[in-house]
Nanobody
Framework: QVQLVESGGGLVQAGGSLRLSCADSGRTFSTYSMGWFRQALGKEREFVAA????????YFSDSVKGRFTISRDNAKNTLYLQMNSLKPEDTGVYYC????????????????????WGQGTQVTVSS
């Protein structure tokens, strides 16, 4: 079954870069749409980026578009989030998630469409 573990978080100065990874122990990783969400202290969890099962479609929130890149390596059962030009407002706990359920119409920005979640990794961007 799917088990997600995030890594790569840490402290970085504004303008710097960081790459997050999400490893999946399952053998059907390639069949799932995957997403990244984040939650800042005192705020609700929000959508960051998503990628479909084949990797041909990607989606980004307006706040990170042009700065972040999402990718996946299905052979390695790993999801990535490359974060460039980081800003203090990017600070938060980042979660990867898998859409293991079949949806008639997958809504990549909807938290409710993802079933399995990692425990999160902290990203802190200093000014």
């Amino acid at each position: 079954q799917v088990q997600l573990v995030e890594s790569g978080g840490g402290l970085v100065q504004a303008g710097g870069s960081l790459r997050l990874s999400c490893a999946d122990s399952g053998r059907t990783f390639s069949t799932y749409s995957m997403g990244w969400f984040r939650q800042a202290l005192g705020k609700e969890r929000e959508f960051v980026a998503a990628i479909n099962w084949g990797g041909g479609r990607t989606y980004f929130s307006d706040s990170v578009k042009g700065r972040f890149t999402i990718s996946r390596d299905n052979a390695k059962n790993t999801l990535y989030l490359q974060m460039n030009s980081l800003k203090p407002e990017d600070t938060g706990v980042y979660y990867c998630a898998a859409a293991t359920r079949r949806w008639a119409e997958m809504v990549y920005t909807s938290e409710d469409h993802y079933d399995d979640w990692g425990q999160g990794t902290q990203v802190t961007v200093s000014s």
